[in-house]
């Protein structure tokens, strides 16, 4: 366990007496030899060297179960490791969990399935990009591979099988959204034109209030909380085909957004025209029991464009209407952190990304101002 003495000239028969410390000496975890002192009595020497001990052999039971565990999950091979992690993912939107699953069976298990665990560094992660890449995987695509991987391996290293995370040092996939297709005022009143009712009242909710199609789909008039502002509380999940909770809010979580006068009188006349159920003005057309699916809003866009290739222009899709809420936001100097509130966006980054471009150059104006108030 270790020894107890006295730095002096006295024998040991004579410490009791002897005025001089007592000195403990022992082995460290690293093996190290080492000494404390400092002790008036032998009694509390002895009780310190107690108690290092005890330390000691709780670290090392600690660390060989630690060890044990790196062990055991070491040798299992990615695929076994990844879907006892995939297990724990319970907090995952249906659609999020399907795009999980897909990224791991088509673009992850068929690469690293089969390596263990135990055998990762840079230099394999480093290669798995590569592989993606001379597959032509795209860009995007690549990104979210690399972040499922990461987060695999960041649970592995929490375990214990890494001292290391290995894709420290590894540079990701640079994947950055292309610049949105956005419509004019001029086909935005040609798309409007073109359209049934219903069309119409959902080309006003996204243009005019920033909703995905899916939550344009779930209009409720009984979410108008003022006469300007309407709470975003659900959407149309379309793995489900139910009304569901908001992306990237919990459950019973919303978002309010602006709510422009010509928005609230469409959404009105589309309810005194065509009525209710339980507030929702837009059903299966097949089934009034089920909500409206967005697949059929994509299929009646599709057809469309087909038909009026002059008022939809290609490279415009759908979701373009949404930019435009987004676009005018940022025109009329609407602060982005609002704009990414009222957009839903998971981060501002995101909103930055898409819009950057369109946001009014700031340089220019600022020069303005400070040569203003340094004349004042």
């Not at 909710?205 to 006469?227: F, K, P, T």
Request: hydrophobic residues 35%.
């Amino acid at each position: 366990m270790g020894t107890v003495f006295k730095r002096c000239n006295h024998s040991s028969d004579e410490w009791s007496r002897c005025q001089h410390p007592y000195v403990i000496r022992y082995r460290s975890l690293s093996g190290r030899q080492t000494e404390q002192g400092g002790f008036r009595t032998q009694t509390k020497a002895v009780s310190r060297l107690s108690e290092i001990h005890a330390a000691k052999s709780q670290a090392s039971s600690s660390s060989g179960f630690r060890q044990e565990r790196a062990d055991r999950y070491g040798r299992m091979t990615f695929k076994e490791y990844a879907e006892q992690w995939r297990l724990g993912q319970r907090h995952l939107a249906p659609s999020s969990a399907r795009h999980l699953d897909s990224l791991l069976k088509h673009h992850i298990f068929p690469v690293l399935g089969s390596r263990r665990m135990n055998s990762f560094d840079h230099r394999v992660v480093d290669d798995f990009i590569r592989t993606l890449e001379v597959a032509d995987t795209g860009l995007a695509t690549q990104s979210n591979a690399f972040d499922k991987l990461s987060a695999v391996l960041t649970d592995a290293q929490r375990l214990g099988i890494y001292d290391f995370n290995p894709t420290d040092g590894v540079k990701p996939p640079q994947y950055t959204p292309g610049r949105a297709t956005i419509p004019t005022v001029e086909q935005l009143r040609n798309i409007r034109q073109i359209g049934d009712d219903r069309l119409r009242l959902i080309c006003d909710l996204m243009s005019g209030c920033g909703m995905r199609n899916s939550e344009a789909v779930a209009v409720n008039i009984d979410n108008i909380v003022a006469d300007n502002v309407y709470r975003i509380t659900e959407q149309v999940n379309q793995a489900t085909k139910d009304y569901d909770r908001l992306k990237h809010r919990k459950s019973g979580e919303y978002r309010e957004v602006p709510l422009p006068p010509r928005i609230r009188q469409s959404i009105e006349q589309y309810a005194a025209e065509h009525g209710s159920i339980d507030g929702y003005l837009l059903r299966d057309p097949r089934d009034s029991s089920r909500p409206f699916q967005p697949y059929l809003l994509q299929n009646q866009w599709q057809r469309l464009k087909r038909a009026n290739r002059a008022a939809i222009p290609d490279g415009m899709v759908l979701y373009s209407l949404r930019h435009f809420f987004a676009s005018r936001c940022l025109q009329l100097r609407i602060p982005i952190t609002d704009v990414a509130d009222w957009m839903g966006h998971k981060s501002l980054d995101m909103t930055f990304r898409i819009y950057r471009h369109l946001m009014p150059g700031s340089i220019k104006s600022a020069a303005e101002s400070l040569d203003f108030a340094l004349v004042a």
